[in-house]
């Protein structure tokens, strides 16, 4: 029995030692309006940071290398989506696409509701 017992532990222990990472997921992100006049000059001065998410393929080992945050935000007339990508090579990484964020998912306006 001990003997079964330490089989099925060592198991145990070789599957979460080679256990996938397992990315951020996201079900939705918020737009909030703008707190003023935007400006599209690269800056984020002028942006609302907090309704932000953030997405990682392996957030365990790679969240301070490859990552990024998405916001969203509005006015009367524009929607505004900003990607704060945390990569210490940004476009510099030949050979290393897979290691990249992904960018899983779609922006979706929600259900379609139709008025009549």
Request: glycine share 6%; hydrophobic share 40%; with cysteine.
């Amino acid at each position: 029995m001990k003997k079964t017992l330490a089989v099925a532990l060592l198991a145990a222990l070789a599957f979460a030692a080679t256990a996938p990472a397992v990315p951020t997921e996201n079900l939705g992100v918020r737009a909030l309006p703008a707190p003023g006049k935007v400006q599209v000059d690269g800056k984020v001065d002028d942006w609302d940071l907090t309704g932000g998410i953030f997405a990682c393929d392996d957030p365990e080992t790679q969240r301070d290398q490859f990552a990024v945050w998405f916001h969203l935000m509005y006015d009367a007339r524009n929607l505004y989506i900003l990607a704060r990508w945390i990569d210490p090579t940004p476009l510099a990484n030949p050979g290393r696409h897979h290691r990249r964020p992904r960018l899983p998912g779609r922006l979706s306006p929600g259900p379609h509701r139709h008025r009549a």
